[in-house]
């Protein structure tokens, strides 16, 4: 997450830049209207190619044509190597989302995301294979249908708190995993910070067979 600050600090500074380089582009242009003598000015890039023209074929007034000149090529080549950076930036950005996708998948927590009737809006892979389904098949189902009666009201019970304001509520709920089979699970439940879901975490306390 730092990292990620760091990098915001750093865009924001990008964005400073652009403004520096919008005013560089505007004094160039206002100084090719002063010395073409036209009150509008150019007002495209042609127009200020034509006037830089006019400005070097001019013995009195090459000199400035060539100053003007500079600053135009000095103003590409730094778009050119913000670009460069904003693709770095983006490439840093794409990879780091990338991992922190792989890390929610595989983390050995099965982590989901419901609203306040219990609909599963978000499930990562080992959750789905505490529920024993296909991650596309969960979607939209209710948790409650996976549990039995008792644990259904438990896991009411929790949401229940957590709507009336408590950060976190934990408890034990037994998943019904097909054909009879029961699945036990410590489940911890607090708010989703980003909106109005609620943020499950189940640990699997099932007893091995023997």
Same mark, same amino acid.
């Given at each position: 997450?730092?990292?990620?600050?760091? =990098?915001?600090?750093?865009?924001?500074?990008?964005?400073?830049?652009?403004?520096?380089?919008?005013?560089?582009?505007?004094?160039?242009?206002?100084?090719?209207?002063?010395?073409?003598?036209?009150?509008? !000015? @150019?007002?495209?890039?042609?127009?200020? &190619?034509?006037? %830089?023209?006019? &400005?070097?074929?001019?013995?009195?007034?090459?000199?400035?044509?060539?100053?003007?000149?500079?600053? %135009?090529?000095?103003?590409?080549?730094?778009?050119? &190597?913000? *670009?460069? *950076?904003?693709?770095?930036?983006?490439?840093?950005?794409?990879?780091?989302?990338?991992?922190?996708?792989?890390?929610?998948?595989?983390? @050995?927590?099965? $982590?989901?995301?419901?609203?306040?009737?219990?609909?599963? =809006? *978000?499930?990562? &892979?080992?959750?789905? !294979?505490? %529920?024993? $389904?296909? =991650?596309?098949? %969960?979607?939209? =189902?209710?948790?409650?249908?996976?549990?039995?009666?008792?644990?259904?009201? /438990?896991?009411?019970?929790?949401?229940?708190?957590?709507?009336?304001?408590?950060?976190? #509520?934990?408890?034990?709920?037994?998943?019904?995993?097909?054909?009879?089979?029961? +699945?036990? /699970?410590?489940?911890?439940? #607090? +708010?989703?910070?980003?909106?109005?879901?609620?943020?499950?975490?189940?640990?699997?306390?099932?007893? @091995?067979?023997?």
């Amino acid at each position: 997450m730092a990292w990620l600050q760091n =990098r915001g600090v750093h865009m924001s500074r990008d964005v400073n830049g652009l403004e520096s380089q919008a005013a560089l582009r505007q004094r160039a242009l206002a100084r090719l209207s002063v010395a073409d003598g036209s009150q509008d !000015g @150019p007002r495209d890039a042609f127009g200020a &190619l034509g006037v %830089l023209h006019k &400005l070097a074929s001019s013995p009195s007034s090459a000199g400035e044509a060539l100053a003007v000149l500079h600053e %135009l090529q000095v103003h590409q080549v730094e778009l050119e &190597l913000q *670009e460069e *950076e904003l693709r770095r930036s983006r490439s840093e950005m794409e990879a780091t989302l990338y991992r922190q996708l792989q890390l929610y998948d595989y983390a @050995p927590v099965g $982590c989901l995301t419901v609203d306040r009737t219990s609909e599963l =809006r *978000e499930v990562n &892979l080992t959750a789905a !294979g505490m %529920l024993g $389904c296909e =991650r596309g098949q %969960l979607l939209g =189902r209710s948790l409650i249908s996976f549990l039995g009666p008792e644990s259904a009201s /438990v896991l009411r019970a929790m949401l229940a708190r957590l709507s009336e304001g408590e950060p976190t #509520t934990l408890g034990t709920l037994q998943l019904a995993v097909g054909q009879g089979a029961l +699945r036990s /699970v410590h489940a911890s439940v #607090t +708010r989703d910070p980003g909106g109005q879901h609620f943020l499950v975490a189940f640990i699997d306390v099932t007893e @091995p067979e023997e």
